[in-house]
């Protein structure tokens, strides 16, 4: 597939061949350029955990196998992943390292090695996932994980990686995530100011290893890609479009960048919900995020038409242009579907994604899957960035005992609240945690009384939130923006449950409308949510 763009000139689209006996396949470029090929195959019983490991030259020559053997999944790790280490040595695989010698284009011995993550987190029952993500720093000496939790949600953890005799050591290790949501408004008695909400799901090292590209929000309703810097905690968003935007990896010299997003995909694009901007938006968009996620991304994957890109960005335009929407890579052919993990040649001219095909994941038989890869023929990239020592401990991190107090005993979250506008007005929350397994529904509440930070747009109206995972997932708006952007949100948007595919339902409610219905206009843009009915 050849894409012809104004941004970056020619754009050549391929598959990676690979032998027809490979099962499972997963793919990233190295540090040196070569592909590592992590893959099962027919010949080993699927429960018996073997994997293989190889390295391919991107046109598929010079296949060559460098590991074979068992590579035991941790009861609560994300599956088995692949991040290379910039020493082109080892490999990180989230519960172990593979470290190959003398370097992994050469290879002639493997060994596969532990790593030992601290806390205790594999045996804390209020822990679901150890790690659901892993990244490795360039400087080969620090990680980022994601914990997840059935009290907290998610968790970062950063800490520097020792190897030891018999295996590899966390040590040091922060969480440097969130741990508060509110502080109290030093102008405004008895309200609370929103603190930024930094961690989520981490994804690449960036900055030369000082900063973090990781799934976040900021003024957004629906997830998008954010940056955190280490020393200071910073967040700077990324993505802008009002749609779903999560992962971001950054080329070699951070000027491009390939996205997870739903925006080139306008049957389930879900940007109606973040059409109309709103203050502190997350307070509502925290408790719908999963349920998005599984709109959006699983269903997609699974039976649902659609795609969740990858799409190209030049990552200036990205920051600061609203409407900016950049180039999707997928094929017109939507039947397959984006999977993680994309990677960047160090030429900064190459960048590689996995396309599973939709619904190959059936129960007994492993995923269709295979490699994809775009070459940018007339892009010129500058100089990689340099690697830099990735920050020790930063003020706001959790360190030595308090962070693992912080995990078992976290902050209680603060049920209810009033936030002013720092202009004029105010705003009113109310949340209920509820236990979305159970069926218990979590729920939140926003009313906007006059509500206005900049004196120019104002806002009046509500949003509702009920989430479950078993039963129906409700959202309701009645906004009004007045000001200098008008806009406005009259809508329902009712999910069915995890079991039923998370479907958006439009059969008719008690009241006689339809489960989901209505609009969101804002600045002459009108969206309905009749037009995403499956």
């Not at 090929?37 to 391919?56: G, K």
């Not at 990781?214 to 810097?229: E, M, N, R, W, Y």
């Not at 990735?390 to 936030?419: D, F, Q």
């Amino acid at each position: 597939m050849n894409i012809e763009t104004e941004d970056y000139g020619r754009i050549e689209v391929a598959d990676v061949p690979l032998p027809d006996t490979l099962r499972d396949v997963s793919a990233t470029y190295t540090y040196s350029g070569k592909v590592f090929v992590l893959y099962r195959t027919d010949d080993e019983p699927r429960s018996e955990d073997w994997y293989h490991a190889a390295t391919v030259e991107d046109d598929g020559s010079n296949f060559t196998t460098i590991f074979s053997g068992r590579i035991p999944q941790h009861a609560k790790a994300n599956g088995i992943r692949h991040m290379p280490f910039t020493d082109n040595r080892r490999v990180l695989l989230g519960d172990y390292v593979l470290e190959c010698g003398p370097d992994i284009d050469t290879c002639a011995s493997t060994e596969l090695v532990p790593v030992e993550y601290p806390w205790g987190l594999e045996e804390d029952p209020l822990t679901t996932h150890h790690w659901s993500e892993i990244i490795v720093s360039p400087d080969n000496e620090h990680i980022a994980w994601t914990i997840l939790r059935t009290d907290m949600g998610a968790a970062v953890g950063l800490g520097r990686l020792r190897r030891a005799e018999d295996r590899y050591l966390i040590e040091e290790p922060a969480i440097i995530s969130s741990t508060e949501e509110f502080a109290p408004d030093p102008q405004h008695e008895g309200c609370v100011l929103p603190l930024p909400v930094r961690g989520g799901e981490v994804k690449q090292f960036v900055h030369g290893g000082t900063a973090i590209s990781a799934v976040g929000g900021t003024s957004g309703f629906l997830p998008d890609s954010v940056v955190q810097d280490l020393a200071t905690g910073a967040i700077r968003r990324i993505t802008r479009t009002p749609g779903y935007d999560e992962t971001t990896i950054f080329s070699p010299d951070e000027r491009l960048g390939l996205v997870m997003t739903s925006r080139a995909s306008k049957r389930t694009n879900p940007a109606i919900l973040g059409l109309v901007p709103r203050p502190h938006a997350l307070l509502n968009g925290m408790n719908l995020a999963w349920a998005v996620y599984m709109y959006t991304v699983s269903g997609v994957r699974s039976f649902r038409e659609g795609n969740v890109g990858p799409v190209l960005i030049d990552i200036d335009r990205s920051m600061n242009e609203p409407d900016y929407e950049g180039t999707p890579l997928n094929n017109p052919d939507e039947s397959w579907v984006y999977c993680s993990p994309m990677s960047w040649h160090p030429s900064g001219r190459k960048v590689m994604w996995l396309e599973t095909l939709r619904g190959s994941d059936q129960a007994g038989s492993y995923r269709q899957m295979r490699v994809r890869t775009a070459h940018l023929l007339d892009h010129q990239p500058s100089a990689p960035v340099p690697t830099r020592p990735t920050p020790p401990g930063a003020p706001y991190s959790v360190i030595g005992p308090e962070a693992e107090k912080t995990l078992r005993e976290p902050a209680e979250r603060i049920r209810a609240g009033r936030v002013a506008g720092r202009h004029s007005g105010h705003l009113e929350f109310e949340r209920q945690p509820g236990d979305l397994a159970q069926g218990h529904a979590a729920s939140s509440t926003v009313r906007y009384v006059d509500y206005s930070d900049d004196g120019l747009d104002f806002y009046n109206g509500t949003e509702r939130t009920a989430s479950s995972f078993t039963s129906e997932t409700v959202y309701e708006a009645d906004l009004e923006v007045t000001g200098d952007n008008p806009g406005a949100m009259k809508l329902r948007a009712t999910w069915s449950s995890v079991s039923d595919g998370t479907r958006l339902l439009f059969d008719a409610a008690d009241d006689g409308l339809p489960r989901s219905h209505g609009y969101a206009r804002y600045r002459g843009l009108q969206m309905n949510l009749e037009d995403l009915v499956e």
